[in-house]
């Protein structure tokens, strides 16, 4: 009746099935068949992006996947940093100006991905993309995640404008040199001199 989920705590979180959308975004009680098909819903290696219903007493968190904007994650990439890098916001899913779209979760995990042409209502978020990505997009994310890695090795918080000013400082460079020590400190002075006048 639940999935058991890896989200970087000391235990391990719960998502119950009864906490997911079905597809299509049905409402009705959970019978034993979807109990037998939870597989075809998420497999063991499966990413999903989930919110924290409530935290058992022994300090376990129940997820769920009840809106639409959560659920199976499809193409792109993930990196992990630490959790006290992470600026709490409202929002921690964000479609930057630069062609791609972060979730900056506050378990320290980052997803970055090709920001999706028209959203589809109807899977319930449970159906994964498999077109192929194109090359530019593919360029875009690995900028991100190399400008990420340049944030986190200088100890910078990462938040939807932090790391849109970081890609722009890198653009000059190959997206294989931003992780040279000499062009990662550049582009992170940059970075912060630019957040230091933005908040003049």
């Not at 979807?34 to 290696?45: H, I, P, S, T, V």
């Not at 990196?79 to 964000?94: A, C, D, E, I």
């Not at 192929?132 to 997009?137: E, F, H, I, T």
């Not at 400082?169 to 400190?185: G, N």
Request: negative net charge; hydrophobic residues 35%.
């Amino acid at each position: 009746k639940r999935w058991k989920v890896e989200t970087n705590s000391s235990l391990d979180s719960v998502l119950l099935l009864s906490s997911i959308n079905l597809p299509g975004g049905e409402l009705r009680r959970r019978s034993v068949e979807d109990e037998l098909a939870m597989r075809d819903y998420l497999q063991e290696g499966d990413l999903i992006s989930a919110e924290v219903q409530s935290v058992f007493s022994d300090g376990a968190a129940s997820l769920h996947t009840r809106s639409l904007k959560y659920g199976k994650l499809g193409q792109g990439v993930l990196v992990q940093v630490s959790p006290s890098l992470v600026k709490r916001q409202k929002t921690h899913f964000h479609d930057l100006t630069c062609g791609a779209s972060v979730i900056l979760s506050n378990n320290g995990f980052i997803w970055i991905y090709p920001t999706p042409g028209q959203k589809d209502e109807e899977s319930g978020g449970f159906t994964t993309d498999l077109e192929p990505v194109p090359l530019s997009d593919r360029e875009v994310i690995s900028r991100l995640r190399n400008c990420i890695v340049a944030l986190v090795t200088h100890m910078l918080m990462l938040f939807d404008t932090s790391i849109l000013y970081c890609y722009e400082a890198s653009l000059p460079h190959q997206i294989k040199d931003i992780l040279k020590p000499e062009v990662m400190e550049e582009i992170v002075l940059e970075t912060q001199q630019r957040l230091l006048d933005l908040e003049g």
